[in-house]
T-cell receptor, first 110, second 112 residues
Framework: AQRVTQPEKLLSVFKGAPVELKCNYS??????LFWYVQYSRQRLQLLLR??SRESIKGFTADLNKGETSFHLKKPFAQEEDSAMYYC????????????FGEGTQLTVNP | NAGVMQNPRHLVRRRGQEARLRCSPV?????VYWYRQLPEEGLKFMVY????????ESGMPKERFSAEFPKEGPSILRIQQVVRGDSAAYFC??????????FGPGTRLTVL
């Protein structure tokens, strides 16, 4: 069974501080991991895919298969990063359903 | 480049009525997914469709819920005889053959 755990419902940091949003998953096959972000009153947006190995808006995430984790990190948080972040798990096949974590509400304080 | 469109954005129904939610995927995307978000919960998968085919409906309640993605026109999620517990945000997403899913703004269903 696929499962995604985001242990923190709420996370609050100050502007300029590093931020890490945790995500752990369980899946027996080849996983594909994503981070989605939802800013206030906006739709869910794709932020990162693990296979792209890219940095978007200063965020990075590395898939650690040994620890079954895909934590989202940013070295210096900005106020505009305040949003709801969802980690999601799919399969490395065409047309795969996503299993979402419960989400972490990040607040970056001035 | 219009993203995924959903309408209506808000829908109010009385218990026992039918709710029809529409989703137009990104042009060129052949995969459509429906998710439900209950209050204070994460998104839960409901159904995955390609044109004229239901590929995976393992997340759909066994009764009252149905979905289609016809050859022409939007995908439709239909809820018959709605109950208060159906009140939620329903999100549609589409994807190309490989890649992440792109989400619509959602339809907020309120059942009175």
């Amino acid at each position: 069974a696929q499962r995604v755990t985001q242990p923190e419902k709420l996370l609050s940091v100050f502007k300029g501080a590093p931020v890490e949003l945790k995500c752990n998953y369980s899946y027996s096959g080849s996983p594909e991991l994503f981070w989605y972000v939802q800013y206030s009153r906006q739709r869910l947006q794709l932020l990162l895919r693990h296979i792209s190995r890219e940095s978007i808006k200063g965020f990075t995430a590395d898939l650690n298969k040994g620890e079954t984790s895909f934590h989202l990190k940013k070295p210096f948080a900005q106020e505009e990063d305040s949003a709801m972040y969802y980690c999601a798990l799919g399969r490395e096949t065409s047309g795969s359903r996503l299993t979402f974590g419960e989400g972490t509400q990040l607040t970056v304080n001035p | 480049n219009a993203g995924v469109m959903q309408n209506p954005r808000h829908l109010v129904r009385r218990r026992g009525q039918e709710a029809r939610l529409r989703c137009s995927p990104v042009k060129g995307h052949s995969h459509v997914y429906w998710y439900r978000q209950l209050p204070e919960e994460g998104l839960k998968f409901m159904v995955y469709l390609q044109k004229e085919n239901i590929i995976d409906e393992s997340g759909m309640p066994k009764e009252r819920f149905s979905a289609e993605f016809p050859k022409e026109g939007p995908s439709i999620l239909r809820i018959q005889q709605v109950v208060r517990g159906d009140s939620a945000a329903y999100f549609c997403a589409s994807s190309p053959d490989r890649g992440g899913q792109y989400f619509g703004p959602g339809t907020r269903l309120t059942v009175l």
